[in-house]
């Protein structure tokens, strides 16, 4: 982020496969790759040490934000923030989602108004998003593809990418090509995880292949003013258990920054990011994981049936790290019939749907999709016999009775 080249590793979770790399056939035999964090000794910035081409990660994508409810109301309510915030007079003021997925965002400012175009690497995504009669490019966000918004739209107001940024190697290309792409008033609009809502939650499971940045607001306001931009407001949303969006304006234009960035700014200086900090995180990990894969073991022992609930791509992270496998877990059941059917990336564990699953016979629901935990619970606990408990893992291990 600040261009320097002093970086110490912090620690190293277990390797793991690609996050998001379900299999067909569960013998197939998956490369596991290093998960190694390090701290940038100048800025602070936290990032994984080994790099794995964005080809191989999302080129076909499972992930598609519609099969969430939660995202979808997330989505609408973002949609129409940036639209009260936006100081462009225009019929149509062009929004370009860099990441658009299956379309989610942009078909909610396509409903309060806006023209819409996303940007998704994915064919299968960029597929869906097309039958939404979202347009889409279905290519990575380069010089190329701005180039093509600019000569058939001309130039976007407001520029979004959600759980994007830390996806990405070389951001400085893509801020750099943000910047061309914007009008002068225009808002460039970004949610990333938070590092500090990842340590203070201990959401070890959002570190994976994909996610190559952990995002702070100090090293993220050096970044941008560095490529032309200013940050005018940053905002703490609950997606992903704990992420920052964080919206920039380009340095010349009339917005004014919120009280907001000068608090987080404040905050991390009075507690930064250091190398004994993320130290400390990971010593926090290794205790929960032997009190959580212990109490597993118990129940198993005792004969009890366990089930995991939501194969999000943290399970992949969550799983390893913690040594779950096929042993403890029966099966997972996921909503997303992208996955059903599939096995988990390494320890390939079956995927079902819940409407093939017995739920009488389960004694345990280990909750591995733990930020959706309360709309889980709300919708299987009729389904599920009395005694049955549900385990949320994180971000604080809980044990919750079917009553
Ligand atoms: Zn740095």
Same mark, same amino acid.
């Given at each position: 982020?600040?261009?320097?080249? %002093? ?19 569960? *013998? ?9 964090? *390090? ?10 040490? /080994? ?32 639209? %009260? ?22 078909? +909610? ?10 940007? $998704? ?5 960029? +597929?869906?998003?097309?039958?939404? @009669? ?14 093509? !918004?600019? #000569? ?16 990405? =190697?070389?951001?400085?290309? &893509? ?35 994909? /996610? ?30 704990? @992420? ?25 200086? $009075? ?30 022992? #005792? ?16 799983? /390893?790290?913690?040594? !779950? ?22 320890? /390939? ?6 409407? %093939? &699953? ?9 909750? %591995? ?17 009395? =005694? #049955?408990?549900? !385990? ?12």
């Amino acid at each position: 982020m600040c261009g320097g080249n %002093s970086l110490s590793q912090a620690f190293a979770l277990k390797p793991t496969p690609l996050a998001n790399e379900f299999v067909k056939d569960m *013998n197939t035999i998956q490369k596991e790759y290093p998960l190694e964090i *390090n701290i940038c000794d100048d800025c602070g910035h936290v990032q994984l040490g /080994h790099v794995v081409s964005g080809e191989l990660l999302f080129s076909n994508y499972l992930y598609a934000s519609g099969t969430s409810k939660v995202f979808v109301h997330h989505f609408n309510v973002y949609a129409k923030y940036i639209k %009260s915030i936006l100081k462009i007079n225009k019929d149509k003021p062009l929004a370009v989602d860099i990441g658009s997925n299956d379309g989610t965002l942009l078909k +909610e400012f396509k409903e309060i108004g806006f023209d819409v175009l996303g940007v $998704e690497p994915a064919k299968n995504l960029a +597929e869906i998003s097309m039958q939404n @009669s979202i347009d889409v490019i279905n290519d990575f966000f380069n010089q190329g593809s701005v180039e093509k !918004i600019i #000569a058939t739209k001309g130039k976007a107001d407001v520029i979004t990418a959600n759980n994007v940024f830390a996806h990405i =190697d070389d951001l400085r290309s &893509v801020i750099k090509n943000s910047f061309s792409l914007l009008s002068d008033d225009g808002l460039l609009a970004f949610e990333v995880s938070y590092l500090g809502s990842v340590l203070e939650g201990l959401l070890f499971d959002t570190i994976y292949h994909e /996610h190559l940045d952990y995002h702070s607001v100090l090293p993220l306001i050096g970044f941008l003013k560095d490529n032309g931009f200013k940050v005018i407001d940053v905002l703490l949303v609950e997606s992903h258990g704990g @992420s920052i969006r964080v919206i920039s304006s380009k340095q010349q234009s009339h917005y004014k920054p919120s009280e907001s960035v000068e608090k987080f700014v404040t905050q991390e200086k $009075e507690k930064p990011i250091t190398k004994e900090r993320l130290n400390s995180f990971y010593e926090k990990i290794q205790i929960e994981k032997s009190k959580i894969t212990n109490y597993l073991k118990t129940l198993k022992e #005792a004969g009890k049936k366990i089930v995991a609930y939501g194969a999000p791509a943290k399970l992949t992270t969550l799983f /390893h790290e913690f040594g !779950i496998t096929s042993e403890l877990v029966d099966f997972v059941i996921d909503d997303s019939p992208l996955k059903q059917g599939l096995f988990t990336p390494g320890s /390939h564990i079956p995927i079902l749907a819940a409407s %093939s &699953v017995d739920f009488n016979d389960i004694d345990v629901i280990f909750i %591995s999709a733990w930020n959706f935990a309360p709309s889980i619970i709300e919708k299987i606990k009729e389904k599920l016999r009395k =005694d #049955a408990i549900f !385990i949320v893992p994180l971000p604080k291990f809980e044990v919750i009775n079917n009553e």
